[in-house]
Structures are given as C-alpha cells and as structure tokens.
C-alpha cells in the first residue's frame, strides 16, 4: 500500500509540485483579504454601508469606473480591431505606448493628466470654455480611471479579435456584405469573449483606482480614497470597516460578471 502511494506520487511529482507552490500564492491572496473582511462583524459593516459617505463614495466608484469603461469600449475596441488587422511601421511601439499606463505610477499619471486638463493649460481651457471641469470634479474622476485601466480593455480585446479567422471576413464580404457589416456581424460577435473580459478587468481596475484620482480629482470622493482619508484621520479601526465594504462588493461584482463569461463560454 505504501509502496502503491510513493509510486503514484512519483509519477505525479510535477503536479504535485506545481499545486504545492500555486496553494502558497492562493493563500498569500486569500489569507489577507479573508482576515480583513472578518475582522468586522456584520453588524459593524451593515452600520457602515448604511452611513451617506459611504455609500455615496461606494456608489460614485462603480458609476465613474462603469463611464470610463463605456469610453474605454468606444474608442478602445476600433483600435484594438486596428491593431489585429493591420501591420504597420511602429506597431511594436503603439503597442507598447498602450501599455505604459500600467507601468507608470498613478502618482505621476494623476499630475501628467493634471497638466494637460487642468485649467491653467490649453485642452483644460477648452474644455472648460463648455462647462466641463476636471479638476475636483467627476470628469476628472473619470479620465483618471480611464487612463489607468483602458490598456487591459485593448489588450484583451485585440487578442480577441485576432482568433478570429480572417478567411471568415473575407467570405462575408464576398457575400456582398461592407466593411461595417462585416465588422458588427462577424467580426464583433465572435470577437466579444474578449472584449468583455478586458470590459470586466477595466471596470474593476478603474474601481480600485487612487493614485491618478488623488492628485487630478480628489473630490467627490470615491471609495478608496475614503478609506485613505479615513485611515489618516481616524485610524485603521474607522477605515477597516469601509475597505472591507468595498472589497466584498468588487468580489461579488467580479464573480457575477466572470459567472456570466464563463456561461457564455459555452455559447460563443
């Protein structure tokens, strides 16, 4: 018997091994999110959600991450389509300019945006020429997001679009069909796996943002930066209860919406 048990375990020491070191970075994920969400009681944490603050920034997170996804996609899916389509001097270089948000401290991003939008400069100026303000004020909530979380959105939707079989645009435009129609009938449709799983990652990238918030639109106050201003003020005990608040909404939000890709997995 044990010899049975040491035989399997040999032939199986790759698997093994691979769940060993994957088990210690899922309990170094789990282990923290876990001990801060328990460490309010429900009474503590339906007090704190039923608080104005809270729910307002709770609520003004989720609606500006959601705008700037709803951007992200109009502006984000025809360049990613560009992108799986077209070789081009610089592609390599667009490509990685795309990505650059991610690598940039959002520190530095929310003054970058700062000095193009902000009022003392010339964009800034022309938007506030029609009643549109970005500093201390929703918009600029809303660039901040966008700006951070917009590359996950073209970078899944481009690879998205390049499983799609070119053969089958060609064909439908044999039929007599235009370059739009092709687009939307066959292209989008077959395409949407990513791009609404680069939707869902930006959505919740945008929702976890601070950084760019900070320095570009530090008010109306989202979730996060609620947290921050209360762990300064008041201490952990006051700002546990609201992080905890806003990590249960984020995971209940990414399983629904993971949940709804992985049924259409079956479907697409």
Request: hydrophobic share 60%; net charge positive.
């Amino acid at each position: 018997m044990i010899r049975n048990i040491w035989r399997w375990i040999a032939q199986r020491r790759l698997t093994i091994t691979f769940l060993l070191l994957g088990m210690v970075i899922l309990l170094f994920i789990f282990i923290p999110l876990a001990k801060m969400i328990f460490s309010s009681s429900p009474s503590i944490l339906w007090d704190t959600l039923l608080e104005g603050e809270v729910r307002s920034a709770i609520w003004l997170s989720l609606y500006c991450a959601l705008i700037a996804t709803a951007v992200g996609l109009v502006l984000g899916v025809p360049l990613a389509y560009f992108l799986a389509r077209h070789r081009f001097p610089g592609k390599r270089f667009v490509e990685a300019l795309i990505d650059v948000p991610i690598v940039v401290p959002h520190i530095a991003t929310g003054i970058a945006l700062l000095f193009v939008f902000g009022k003392s400069f010339l964009i800034g100026r022309a938007f506030d020429a029609i009643g549109i303000d970005f500093v201390f004020a929703v918009p600029g909530i809303i660039i901040a997001m966008l700006f951070v979380s917009v590359p996950f959105l073209i970078d899944s939707a481009k690879q998205g679009f390049e499983k799609v079989d070119v053969r089958l645009e060609k064909v439908s435009r044999t039929l007599g069909a235009s370059p739009w129609q092709t687009f939307f009938s066959v292209s989008l449709p077959l395409a949407k796996r990513g791009i609404f799983g680069g939707a869902v990652m930006m959505w919740a990238r945008g929702i976890s943002e601070f950084g760019a918030v900070l320095v570009l639109a530090s008010y109306p106050t989202i979730a996060p930066i609620l947290v921050y201003d209360r762990l300064e003020q008041y201490g952990l005990d006051y700002a546990l209860p609201v992080a905890a608040l806003l990590v249960i909404i984020c995971i209940i939000i990414f399983i629904v919406l993971r949940s709804i890709a992985y049924r259409g997995e079956r479907t697409w």
